[in-house]
């Protein structure tokens, strides 16, 4: 089991392209199926995996109060190693065939108003006015998520050559190693120029390399460091949601809709593999088209 699990995961990373987080969490999923395997069920290896068994280990998840989306996940998991086992010899005939996970609830993202996306960033351009390297990266980073609509881990992998400040475009790693560019606007481009002029020479250091952003070490800035200047910042606008930069892409999208952009165009933008990722954020649109219906039509 335990050589299974080492090619599980070398299979997930050279063959898949899954990300480091991804095959964490996968791995993580099928060693919770093999302890209870192990405990409850008295299976000695994987040729002696059931589909009750397996039926048994979800019920016991939901019965512990684990998540939907926690069952769901890790019901992929189990599906997707077994299936790999089948595939490679290891087990005869796959489980996991006729397994069937809860369904995940779609639970709409929070997202700034546009005013309060304008003020946000304002208040980060406020900040770096007094040209401390710091305030000049974070102003830049939060100007470039919400231009872009990236995720926090594709701004921090970027390099300086990922971006064209003339064409206004920063070419981006995504998930499963496919590439896009993006386009940027003209603050966001600015905000760029300022950090990479007057506050990423200030942190260079051995360690910088080629990266973009820098932490004060002058190593790679590290997402966490992002989303604790975001809500530093968010703090300073009244009645803002607290999000974190995720909440960032979600507004982006969800104000490039409401400007009338196509959906497609914001699939590739955000880099979805599936059309239906990018629907959800249709419906934060009519949820805010409904409330101002509402509130403004004489007889809503």
């Known amino acids: ?36 395997l192990e405990e409850h069920c008295g299976a000695d290896g994987l040729a002696a995996v059931t589909l009750r068994d397996l039926r048994a280990w979800l019920a016991a998840l939901a019965q512990s109060g ?3 989306a926690t069952i769901a996940r890790r019901s992929a998991a189990a599906r997707s ?9 290891r087990i005869s005939a796959d489980p996991s065939l006729r397994l069937v996970a809860p369904k995940r609830v779609a639970h709409l993202p929070e997202v700034l108003k546009q005013s309060e996306a304008t003020a946000l960033l304002d208040v980060a351009a406020v900040a770096s006015d007094d040209h401390d390297p710091l305030h000049l990266r974070d102003r830049a980073a939060l100007e470039l998520l ?7 881990g594709e701004l921090t992998s970027l390099d ?7 064409g206004r475009v920063v070419r ?8 896009r560019t993006v386009p940027f606007g003209v603050p966001a481009a600015e905000a760029l120029g300022a950090w990479l ?31 604790a200047a975001l809500h530093a910042l968010l703090a300073y606008v009244p009645q803002a949601p607290d999000l974190g930069p995720h909440g960032l892409r979600h507004s982006a999208a969800t104000h490039l809709l409401e400007g ?8 590739e933008l955000l880099g979805h593999a599936s059309l239906a990722t990018t629907q959800i954020y249709t419906h934060v649109s009519v949820d805010r088209l409904r409330h101002s219906y509402r509130q403004a039509h004489p007889r809503a």
């Open 197 to 227: 002029s007057a506050g990423r020479p200030e942190l260079l250091g051995p360690e910088s390399g080629v990266a973009l952003f820098l932490g004060r070490r002058g190593r790679r800035a590290d997402p966490r460091q992002i989303r």
């Open 81 to 89: 190693f077994l299936g790999w086992a089948t595939r490679t010899g």
């Open 66 to 68: 684990a998540a939907r």
């Open 160 to 166: 300086v050559d990922d971006v064209d400040r003339d």
């Open 146 to 152: 919400y231009a872009t609509g990236i995720r926090v």
């Open 260 to 267: 009338g952009a196509d959906l497609r165009l914001v699939q």
């Open 172 to 179: 981006v790693m995504g998930k499963g190693g496919k590439e």
């Open 1 to 36: 089991m335990a050589e299974a699990l080492v090619a599980f995961e070398r299979h997930l990373r050279s063959e898949r392209g899954r990300s480091e987080h991804t095959i964490r969490a996968y791995a993580g999923d099928v060693r919770s199926l093999v302890a209870f």
